[in-house]
């Protein structure tokens, strides 16, 4: 596998949860895996196990390569400072870094200069998001000669982020000006990476049943609507698991207690955590009052701008709100303010902190996740899996796991609405709030939430299945490619 993250060595996302328990469930199933990631700063595990020379146009270097084991996986490091010793993955203040077409595009070759030294061929390449997106381009490009029939694999995280850059680095890159056509590369006047991952694989797939239906629409698909119907039989949508290692109540360390679905008394205690946490009391009446929490990126992909626009109103609901996140400047001050304004009633912490998206999604009663789209999304299974509900809006993976509770029936393990519409939100919210009320209607839909299986045992089967029909020659995309 090629990828920019993957938990616990870098991480902005869900793609770094990802990387970080699939590969090992892959693992458990008699699979061997190997990870190539960036060697950004601060990475200090591995041994250095190498060096590879880069063939990238003008751009050629060296790489040192580190090699890290754990889980029965592999992650090779591959070091090149100028590119990665850097203050942060992508970007910094607001701007992603000038040069991440030649960062990513480095990353891929190597990933396809180590394939080709490697002793045992790889049976599969399995490429995630824009940032390896060339290595199918390089490896159907002329290619080590094992590996030109080698099936590959490419899984859309996130198709809003599609690596588009400007013509001009192809050369730069070590690529032909030929891809810069509506067939390869050319996206738009531009180029674009994903593509490339899109178009040269074998098999694409993207992270839930129901986002791989909707980016085939004018609404969902980001301008690739056509190409990715163009390819619907070679698409396909494999729901994310989630770590049980790491998101588990019945043994989380930053939890004070542990907790499951028959017994919820370590779920009171993490609640009483967070409101001291939070400075609040944490007494019977402060135990009563519903706390939401919200655990995200603030941009808006996450329905951010349905909570700006509700404001004030927010804080009429008679519920407290516990918000973690980093992102977009205004939506960060929407939040402080709301914050300064009744901090009796809101408590915002502007930063990415681990220990405290655990206490959140343990201590919280209600888990909020208004998204615009959502490929898949992570935190509403973490949220049903610790009893604490979400309430979301019913959109690509967050529809496919969430339950909306039926009041008539009493089944359910969330909250759920269509429009996307402050007004659409609000009134669900209002009905969470007043189930909340009804002790054992409550009960029932967080024990449901708790009980559903989302192991990455269910989702890693459903990629080995893939790779056996990538493999047996089942897709139909590249062979046909006019530039392959
Ligand atoms: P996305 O990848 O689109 O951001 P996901 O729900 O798939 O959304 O995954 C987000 C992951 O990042 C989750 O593990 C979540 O807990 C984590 N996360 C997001 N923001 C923060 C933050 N500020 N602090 C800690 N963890 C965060
Ligand atoms: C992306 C998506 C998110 C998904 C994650 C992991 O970041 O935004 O919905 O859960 O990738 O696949």
New binding site residues.
Partial sequence: MVASEAAPFA?T???A?VLGALPRALSQLGHSVDVVLPRYRGITAGKPIGRLLVPQGELGAAAAVFSHCDGGVQTLFVEHPAYFDRESLYGEGGQDYHDNAARFGFLSRAAVEWAAIYPEPYDVIHVHDWQAGLVPVFLRQGGAPVYRRVPVICTI??LAYQGVFDPDWLPQLGLRSSLMSPDALEFWGRISLLKGGIVFSDLVTTVSPRYAMEIQTPEYGCGFEGLLQSRSRDLVGILNGIDYDQWDPARDPYLPQPFDASRLDGKTAAKRALLERAGWSADEAGLRRPLIGL???MVD?KGFNLLTELGDTLLTLGARFVV???GERRYEDFWRALAAKSPGCVFANI????E??HAIEGGADLFLMPSRFE?????QM?SQRYGTVPVVRSVGGLSDTVQNFNRATGAGTGFAFDEYAASALLDTLRRALRTYEDRDAWRRVQRAGMQQDFSWDRSAREYVGLYERAGSGGAQGRAAHPST
């Fill in positions: 991480k996302g869900g793609l949860d995280h996130n655990v995200s990126r992909q973690l996140g980093t930063g990415f902190d681990e405290m998206a490929p898949c999304g992570l935190n973490y």
